[in-house]
T-cell receptor, first 116, second 111 residues
Framework: DVKVTQSSRYLVKRTGEKVFLECVQDMDHENMFWYRQDPGLGLRLIYFSYDVKMKEKGDIPEGYSVSREKKERFSLILESASTNQTSMYLC???????????????FGPGTRLLVL | SQELEQSPQSLIVQEGKNLTINCTSSKTLYGLYWYKQKYGEGLIFLMMLQKGGEEKSHEKITAKLDEKKQQSSLHITASQPSHAGIYLCGADNTGGFKTIFGAGTRLFVKA
């Protein structure tokens, strides 16, 4: 059974703190993604990784960094949390992209982050 | 850039009624995904469509991709409270590597 887990369901941090969000998948997927979801804005891609130690910027990478040291783990880092980073963060993973098409992304349960 | 538009934005139906949610793309769809999200939780994959005219079903939920591959519809038959949630469509970006998502349709089912 497909399994993507995220380190926390709820998190409260203060402005300026460094925040780590972790995501682990057990499907041996090459690709992993971090999104944030905000009302009225839908899902927006922050970063993605298609291999260990590889990363690509998504649509809104500012204020975030990522780390992928092992295939199964993809971390999102907020270097200095700000109130506008209060959001729902969703991690996803998918298998290799096929010629002419993609692969289904499987999502974790999400982390609801509140920055005070 | 490719965009996905979902309609309606929200929907309230009486239990037992049928309903349809639409997802329209500004460009040809090469892979169309439907997800369901319970409020405050992650996305659950429902089904994927790739070929024009393709139709798939999962329990009482049926999704279809039109022949031109620019619109998909999700149809729920005899809705139940368990169907309530947010339905999102996603599509493979024509440039590859990324999936784009619609804004979602919030479904409420009145018992």
């Amino acid at each position: 059974d497909v399994k993507v887990t995220q380190s926390s369901r709820y998190l409260v941090k203060r402005t300026g703190e460094k925040v780590f969000l972790e995501c682990v998948q057990d499907m041996d997927h090459e690709n992993m993604f971090w999104y944030r979801q905000d009302p009225g804005l839908g899902l927006r891609l922050i970063y993605f990784s298609y291999d260990v130690k590889m990363k690509e910027k998504g649509d809104i990478p500012e204020g975030y960094s990522v780390s992928r040291e092992k295939k199964e783990r993809f971390s999102l880092i907020l270097e200095s949390a700000s109130t506008n980073q209060t959001s729902m963060y969703l991690c996803a993973s998918s298998g290799p992209w096929l010629a002419g098409g993609g692969e289904t992304q499987y999502f974790g349960p999400g982390t609801r982050l509140l920055v005070l | 850039s490719q965009e996905l538009e979902q309609s309606p934005q929200s929907l309230i139906v009486q239990e037992g009624k049928n309903l349809t949610i639409n997802c329209t793309s500004s460009k040809t769809l090469y892979g169309l995904y439907w997800y369901k999200q319970k409020y405050g939780e992650g996305l659950i994959f429902l089904m994927m469509l790739q070929k024009g005219g393709e139709e798939k079903s999962h329990e009482k939920i049926t999704a279809k991709l039109d022949e031109k591959k620019q619109q998909s519809s999700l149809h729920i038959t005899a809705s139940q409270p368990s169907h309530a949630g947010i339905y999102l469509c996603g599509a493979d970006n024509t440039g590859g590597f990324k999936t784009i998502f619609g804004a979602g349709t919030r479904l409420f089912v009145k018992a």
